[in-house]
């Protein structure tokens, strides 16, 4: 009998301390057979293989979270990119995301390597599931650089949800300056916020990002973005959209993108548009890009996807016009 209460005892306990911390292994793992071709004024070559990631991005995460009581509790996300085709690991090992922070009635609050605000509204309203078909990336920026999308050195603040109103911002400290030169403006720093509601079938928000630049001659620039974005689910589709101006001291950008998907009981076809047009000195660029991807869910963590996307660049006032097409079918597997 003393055995059996002193098992209860040591069982109730573990189930307590459980409760009370936790870690999740997680990840996510894509790789199918495509094609992909990329030219310059019609010359180029063509690759056909497999490849990793086609729909979306393939990695592995560890994540927890302790309960330290009063509603407080501590948190923790890893997450590590590799190619599922050969295995190798993109970049640094949680290049991908690495935090540690505090979250209770307050928000949230995270430091390391994250997503910026600006990012979180971007990826809500982009077009074809945010996946990688989708063209934005690729069109967006033909003349400045595409935003960062993660930030190191960041710290993150991110409020409840108070009747569908949210937002978030965040800062990246910039961690460069060169002391043994005295160069002025060498810090890259990055802020970024966004607000956005989202109740119902409606989500609608405002985003803005600014970038540091390194100095050159001492005069350091800035890049700056602007997004409004929204989505609307009607039930038997769901409508995406997006506007971003991009500007700095010498280039100004308008891009904006559309999208639509249908759900058909297992299986979901999304099509997605996306432009840009950028002005300022010796610049007159432009480019589109459009996507079709159709998947069909086997299961609730195993999807069957096959996609198409094409975008098309020009640049130096036209002079140089860059192509890129991806086709690809493959399985989406989650854990």
């Not at 109740?199 to 001659?217: C, H, I, R, S, W």
């Not at 299961?299 to 996307?309: A, I, P």
Request: no cysteine; aromatic share 10%.
């Amino acid at each position: 009998m003393k055995k059996t209460l002193i098992a209860l005892a040591v069982l109730a306990a573990s189930s307590a301390a459980m409760a009370q911390s936790s870690v999740t292994l997680y990840g996510r793992l894509d790789a199918g057979l495509g094609q992909t071709k990329t030219t310059i004024n019609g010359v180029g070559e063509k690759q056909v293989g497999i490849n990793s990631s086609n729909l979306n991005t393939t990695y592995w995460g560890l994540k927890g979270s302790e309960d330290l009581g009063g509603g407080l509790r501590a948190n923790f996300n890893l997450q590590s990119r590799f190619a599922l085709d050969t295995g190798a690991v993109s970049g640094d090992m949680f290049s991908r995301l690495a935090i540690v922070g505090l979250s209770g009635a307050f928000g949230s609050v995270d430091l390391g390597r994250n997503y910026t605000a600006y990012d979180t509204l971007r990826s809500a309203t982009n077009n074809v599931f945010d996946s990688n078909f989708a063209t934005n990336s690729a069109v967006w920026g033909n003349g400045i650089a595409d935003y960062s999308l993660r930030t190191s050195n960041s710290v993150t603040y991110t409020s409840p949800n108070f009747s569908g109103f949210s937002g978030a911002v965040g800062y990246a400290f910039g961690e460069n300056k060169n002391v043994a030169t005295n160069v002025n403006g060498s810090a890259t720093d990055t802020a970024s916020l966004h607000i956005k509601y989202a109740n119902g079938p409606l989500l609608v928000g405002y985003a803005y990002q600014e970038e540091k630049q390194l100095a050159v001659a001492n005069v350091q620039d800035k890049n700056k973005y602007n997004l409004i974005g929204a989505t609307y689910d009607l039930g038997v589709a769901k409508i995406v959209g997006s506007y971003n101006t991009a500007k700095n001291n010498t280039l100004k950008d308008k891009e904006y993108s559309v999208g639509v998907s249908a759900p058909f009981g297992a299986a979901t076809v999304a099509a997605g548009y996306s432009s840009s047009k950028s002005e300022g000195f010796n610049a007159n660029n432009k480019g589109t890009g459009y996507s079709l991807v159709g998947t069909y869910d086997l299961s609730k963590r195993t999807t069957l996807y096959v996609g198409y996307m094409q975008a098309k660049t020009q640049t130096v006032n036209g002079s140089i016009e860059t192509k890129a097409t991806n086709v690809a079918t493959g399985i989406r597997h989650t854990f």
